[in-house]
């Protein structure tokens, strides 16, 4: 294919000439077998890491749906403590009204008494009337007498003349107080009509008919609730039901992602088993590749401590310092500036070696990317996170399953198979390769080569 992946034959392979016709045609036919075998495990890694994937997918919609389902139930418990309350008030309103009604017929009854008295009132005020226009015609008698009196007569006549000018206010002011009577007795007769009411006869006053609409419609608001809060009642228990089933679902399923990822395991383990056996695969050449960058870093880290263009602790420095408004979230350290310097003209280098390749890096043991290949060092867009996701990698830290693997990974080789994240729900299948980075014989990190299938 090209120089470094030139295939590497087995040392067996080489005795050839002198082995027996029989032992070489055996010894190709367990090869064969064996590079079957191991593209058997690269398809079973495939297509558990496509399972796994949508399992992953499967689980976080259910677990959205889960708490959305919860939130949900809040708001109906909100819902049912508010028709509680609408409850409560509108049995408290209808009391209320029932007391108005009892309070108004009473008034209604004391109005009764009231234009009784004044009726009794008026007939006073007559008798007076009548008293006066008496007294005033006495006092006119008296006056005539006292005339022929002469000048004997004088004083009684003058009293007999206030008399009957006492009189004649007195008969004034009991027929106002008769016609004010009067007035007052037809509005209180018109008012007690009002509020009284007559069950038997079916008469119902203004008043008793306004608070009769009243009663009416709060029953109504009260039935709605009482209705209301029956379904939300039976909605709130469908809801537990479905929220307990979904709950069940998404232990299945985070089951069924645990035993899919014993099977990505086990086909991970199968084709490194065969690389180790010496055995040219598919997977070897960028095993090798994956083995030489991280020999080269290392010896470029190990160069930079020797020279003191590095300390050793600003190296292995795992303070990182996050960048302000990056998302997703970027991150600094102290060997940044050396990483930009020394790890592209070895990662850029790998890219070149087979168009499978999609990224070649270097991650220490937390997973961190100082520097990422230049494709995918841009600056991030302010308020693009899908963009960033996919085009702004470097300085971040990729603590995932793989990423925590290839980083703390101590053997010569890991293999794994996984969904790369680009963003906008977008993920591209690949295998990556690790090895490790040693600096002074202290483990730095790795090299991770991912490459497509």
């Known amino acids: ?143 005539v007498e006292a005339k022929r009196a002469g000048e004997a007569g004088r004083g009684f006549g003058v009293v007999a003349d206030a008399v009957k000018d006492l009189s004649a206010k007195v008969e004034a002011s009991s027929k106002q107080i008769m016609s004010t009577v009067g007035d007052l007795d037809q509005r209180i007769e018109a008012l007690a009509s009002e509020i009284q009411s007559d069950a038997g006869r079916g008469k119902l006053g203004t008043f008793h008919v306004a608070l009769a609409e009243v009663e009416e419609g709060v029953s109504r608001i009260n039935a709605a609730a009482d209705e209301s809060r029956s379904i939300c009642s039976g909605l709130a228990g469908q809801m537990r039901e479905l929220e307990r089933e979904m709950q069940q679902t998404t232990r299945a399923l985070d089951t069924a992602m645990s035993r899919s990822e014993s099977f990505l395991r086990v086909s991970e383990h199968l084709i490194e088993q065969v690389a180790t056996c010496g055995i040219e695969t598919q997977d070897t050449p960028f095993i090798r590749a994956a083995q030489d960058a991280a020999g080269q870093i290392s010896k470029l880290l190990e160069d930079s401590l020797r020279t003191g263009t590095i300390a050793e602790a600003a190296l292995f420095d795992e303070h990182y310092v996050p960048v302000p408004g990056t998302s997703p979230q970027q991150h600094t350290t102290r060997f940044i500036d050396l990483a930009d310097r020394l790890f592209p003209q070895v990662q850029e280098k790998v890219l070149t070696l087979s168009p499978k390749i999609v990224f070649c890096i270097a991650a220490d043991r937390n997973g961190y990317i100082a520097t990422h290949n230049k494709k995918y060092c841009h600056p991030q867009r302010a308020g693009d996170t899908a963009w960033n996701t996919a085009n702004s990698r470097w300085r971040r830290i990729f603590n995932d399953r793989t990423g925590l693997a290839s980083g703390r990974n101590t053997r010569a080789f890991l293999l794994q198979t996984y969904r790369r994240d680009m963003g906008g729900g977008n993920f591209v299948l690949l295998k990556e390769v690790a090895a490790p980075i040693t600096v002074n014989g202290r483990h730095w990190g790795g090299v991770r080569l991912a490459f497509g299938f």
């Open 1 to 143: 294919m090209f120089s470094l992946f030139k295939a590497n034959r087995p040392v067996a392979a080489d005795h050839a000439a002198v082995e027996p016709q029989g032992g070489r045609l055996g010894s190709d036919l367990a090869m064969e077998a064996v590079r079957s075998i191991a593209k058997q495990a690269s398809d079973l890694g495939r297509d558990a890491c496509e399972v796994r994937g949508l399992m992953e997918d499967t689980n976080k919609v259910s677990v959205r749906q889960v708490q959305a389902m919860a939130e949900l139930s809040v708001q109906v418990g909100g819902v049912q403590k508010s028709q509680d309350a609408i409850a409560g008030t509108t049995a408290q309103s209808l009391a209320s009204v029932a007391r108005a009604r009892k309070v108004v017929q009473g008034v209604g009854k004391e109005f009764v008494g009231v234009v009784d008295t004044l009726r009794h009132v008026s007939e006073a005020a007559s008798q007076i009337t009548q008293i006066a226009l008496q007294t005033r015609l006495v006092a006119f008698n008296a006056s």
